[in-house]
């Protein structure tokens, strides 16, 4: 059994990932990590795991006992949080925040299996993606393997308010979110670099510019993406290439139905499906941006770095009813 230690394991994405590893054949939780919590039922706060655990929350962390810990940190926590404790060399690391995601002096691997599962197979440490980054590198990554993304990207995607996190906020507070919609940090969203990155290791180089909308949704989870790619490339070629591009992918689907939202929540799968017309393409994808946008693409890394089948504790049921 692969034992597992959790930072940050009172959010939604602790909650997810408990739900997770709970179901996981050969994984067991040692210690879900919350200093605010320290002695409180895991359930008491994750209510939808009542009855499925007694584990309980505690202040401590016994990294000596674990094979791989999960930070469930904000943006900025994991760089520190490790300038101030020691891991042991021997204990992996999956690090769910963007602290990591970019190249530089550390040896993180990006942890986007559609591209990198060589090295994450061979990885000590894991960078997982973000949630629109992983959406909108799965509708981007075979057009750039053609060589496609040489004019600017139009891409709009929408996604669920638990995107935002647990803590309240006045974007996510129900009587603002219901029945209401909204944009933010247009075109200078944080998640356009590492989408750049990837696809400029597919492309080789990538000098337009990804003109990304986010969107905020009324409605708790799942990201909704659709980008346009001006080409002249035969529709015929492009949709050979997707399908191939993803031939042995685990949780990513080419669809050759137009996609829905629905499809995809509370599972951790990615489906993309394209139409063409005259001088361009439009590309949809949808994940489930707690999964295959946060914990589920991490614990196919912990799969993948421990040598089991990639899709072990993942093979969930998406809630289209």
Request: glycine share 8%; charged share 20%; net charge negative.
């Amino acid at each position: 059994m692969i034992k597992v230690g959790i930072l940050g394991a009172a959010g939604y994405t602790g909650g997810e990932l408990i739900r997770l590893l709970l179901n996981h054949p050969e994984a067991e939780i040692v210690f879900a990590n919350s200093e605010s919590n320290a002695g409180n039922l895991v359930s008491d706060v994750h209510e939808g795991l009542i009855g499925d655990t007694d584990l309980r929350f505690t202040d401590a962390m016994p990294f000596d006992q674990v094979d791989v810990v999960f930070f469930c940190f904000g943006h900025g926590k994991s760089e520190a949080f490790l300038k101030e404790h020691t891991i042991p060399a021997n204990v992996k690391i999956i690090d769910l925040a963007q602290d990591f995601r970019f190249k530089g002096n550390h040896d993180y691997v990006y942890g986007l299996p559609e591209i990198n599962k060589a090295e994450i197979v061979k990885a000590q440490h894991v960078a997982n993606p973000g949630c629109f980054a992983t959406a909108i590198q799965v509708a981007l990554l075979p057009a750039a393997k053609m060589g496609l993304l040489t004019e600017d990207v139009a891409v709009n995607a929408i996604t669920g308010s638990t995107g935002a996190g647990q803590k309240p906020g006045a974007t996510t507070h129900f009587s603002w979110r219901s029945d209401n919609l909204s944009i933010y940090k247009a075109f200078s969203h944080q998640h356009i670099a590492e989408i750049r990155q990837s696809l400029t290791q597919i492309q080789g180089s990538l000098d337009a510019s990804i003109d990304f909308i986010p969107y905020r949704g009324n409605f708790a989870r799942g990201i909704f993406c659709t980008a346009v790619v001006k080409t002249q490339a035969s529709a015929e070629d492009v949709i050979a290439a997707y399908k191939d591009f993803y031939r042995d992918a685990a949780f990513t689907h080419y669809s050759n139905k137009a996609i829905d939202l629905k499809q995809v929540v509370n599972t951790n799968k990615a489906l993309v499906h394209v139409d063409c017309f005259e001088g361009k393409i439009l590309v949809t994808s949808a994940i489930d941006n707690l999964l295959k946008g946060a914990v589920g693409q991490a614990v196919q890394n912990m799969n993948l770095l421990f040598g089991l089948e990639e899709t072990a504790g993942l093979k969930l049921k998406a809630s289209a009813f």
